[in-house]
């Protein structure tokens, strides 16, 4: 069984930095995308940022793109989500995801077959 583990969520004032990790234990994680998605009271899990399986293609939303950096490290099974310059509206519940076997849309919810249990981000004005 695929277990995925979120940590490095906390409070960080506006303008500051987080640095998220998912550990991945139990099954393919190197042979795999990855995926963070986050999710605020009353709103949708949206896609965050993707990875493909050997870490040269990456993607990003575009509330995102120049502030957060998805990186994976296929040797410790872990993927980490670098998030600079944040803003208020960045708070939310961040999931990591492993992407199935096929991942064609890796912003799509649908191409992830198991997530962890997330990591709440707090960020003030």
């Known amino acids: 069984q695929v277990q995925l583990v979120e940590s490095g969520g906390g409070l960080v004032q506006a303008g500051g930095s987080l640095r998220l990790s998912c550990a991945a234990s139990?099954?393919?994680?190197?042979?795999?995308?990855m995926g963070w998605f986050r999710q605020s009271p009353g709103k949708e899990r949206e896609f965050v940022a993707a990875?493909?399986?050997?870490?040269?293609?990456?993607y990003y939303a575009d509330s995102v793109k120049g502030r957060f950096t998805i990186s994976r490290d296929n040797a410790k099974n872990t993927v980490y989500l670098q998030m600079n310059s944040l803003k208020p509206e960045d708070t939310a519940d961040y999931y990591c995801?492993?992407?199935?076997?096929?991942?064609?849309?890796?912003?799509?919810?649908?191409?992830?077959?198991?997530w962890g249990q997330g990591t709440q981000v707090t960020v003030s004005s």
């Open positions: 990875v493909r399986r050997n870490g040269g293609n990456t």
């Open positions: 139990g099954g393919t994680f190197s042979g795999r995308g």
């Open positions: 995801a492993r992407g199935s076997y096929f991942y064609s849309d890796p912003a799509s919810t649908r191409e992830y077959d198991y």
